[in-house]
């Protein structure tokens, strides 16, 4: 099912555009990984919109196809008062500043030369959660609704100036398993079998794909945006362990690196396994001056898809120990098979050999066989029964 992203204009001549983007931190892929605060490890989805113009949105919606509680869900608006962070996400040197003690908060985005690139907005918080003036969820269509709501819009608003754009960025805790739609493993049937074993799994990242998602929802979409806000580019990261290989991938990826590790540790609550490789797709609306080539360069971007095939090599302690556990109890079986295979042979060998010396004896006339009545049918006696006078 496909994730979708779309905004509600406040007026019918709105003519903003936005940004999305997302990162998904595959933390889950390094199963000797353990959270430096001992709670379970989750994969993490991030979502970053960037607004041209707030004042032509009225709510920005958000769909996951998974359900996810408020308490799942988190603002990332504090990291960008770290320039590392501001310039890692945005690939361009930033300075971050506030937010302000009153009135609508943010952090502000400057560049080195004292220009503002774009002012973060911060979440208000009840409770050590997200408020739900600022971001209402519901659950529907088996999956959770966010509505990044017109309080927090009505702030970035006031502080527009200059046409400088709005952000926002949310990170979401992912399940495992079912409650996970973005990453599955294909279950293989002898894993069990071997000391270590290559497990494929796949990452299926859809957005804004009406096919895949409920029809309700995308009608929704349809009716509230009505094409008025477009989304001009998709840009999509993920983190995977070093030991996972990309066999397949729709598209190439724009760019790839190895995550520092020290920079980015801190940026995740828990951190983040060592040796993470990082790959970023992105798709941009064509340039005004390639609006009219051929063949035609989108305008705008409707949906974007990315599906990458991973090899994960798995080895580990609970593998090892399942397999020698394995191995001995099918060494033990076999021992015990063995052993009653061997009297069958044993006796089989007997019961023929009876056989003979009855005919052999039969046939030479001998008053003594090694069998005798019993009633109706013959006792063979065999060297134990005659041993023991039976």
Request: with cysteine; charged share 20%; glycine share 6%.
């Amino acid at each position: 099912m496909s994730l979708a992203v779309w905004c509600k204009p406040k007026t019918s001549g709105a003519s903003s555009k936005i940004e999305a983007h997302f990162n998904y931190w595959y933390l889950n892929g390094d199963n000797s990984f353990k959270r430096n605060d001992q709670n379970p490890v989750n994969d993490i989805i991030e979502i970053g919109i960037m607004v041209d113009n707030p004042e032509d949105i009225e709510c920005i919606r958000i769909f996951l196809p998974m359900r996810v509680d408020i308490n799942s869900i988190s603002d990332c608006s504090s990291y960008f008062s770290r320039s590392d962070i501001s310039q890692g996400i945005f690939n361009e040197p930033l300075q971050g500043s506030g937010p302000s003690t009153s009135g609508p908060k943010c952090i502000q985005l400057s560049r080195n030369d004292q220009s503002v690139f774009a002012r973060v907005m911060v979440f208000a918080t009840d409770n050590q959660n997200i408020s739900s003036e600022h971001l209402n969820l519901s659950h529907q269509q088996n999956g959770t609704l966010l509505s990044i709501e017109d309080a927090i819009l009505s702030d970035a608003r006031t502080l527009f100036t200059d046409e400088i754009p709005t952000y926002f960025r949310l990170r979401v805790s992912v399940g495992e398993g079912e409650n996970n739609p973005i990453v599955r493993a294909v279950p293989k049937l002898d894993k069990f079998l071997q000391s270590s074993y290559d497990e494929i799994e796949y990452l299926d990242f859809r957005v804004n794909e009406a096919r895949t998602l409920p029809d309700l929802l995308e009608g929704q979409m349809r009716r509230e945006n009505g094409g008025a806000i477009k989304m001009r580019v998709v840009a999509f990261l993920t983190a995977i362990p070093m030991q996972s290989d990309i066999s397949v991938a729709n598209t190439p990826s724009h760019k790839m690196r190895l995550l520092e590790h020290n920079q980015w540790n801190t940026y995740i609550v828990g951190g983040i396994p060592e040796g993470m490789m990082v790959y970023h797709w992105k798709r941009e609306e064509a340039p005004v001056n390639m609006q009219t080539a051929l063949p035609p360069v989108p305008t705008e971007i409707s949906d974007f898809t990315a599906f990458v095939k991973l090899t994960t090599h798995r080895c580990s302690r609970r593998v090892w120990l399942i397999y020698l556990g394995i191995a001995f109890a099918l060494g033990i079986g076999g021992n015990i098979a063995a052993n009653y295979a061997q009297k069958g042979i044993d006796d089989g060998v007997i019961y023929i050999s009876n056989l003979r010396h009855k005919d052999t004896l039969t046939k030479t006339g001998s008053v003594t066989p090694p069998f005798e009545k019993e009633g109706n049918r013959d006792v063979i006696r065999t060297t134990e029964n005659v041993r023991n006078g039976g």
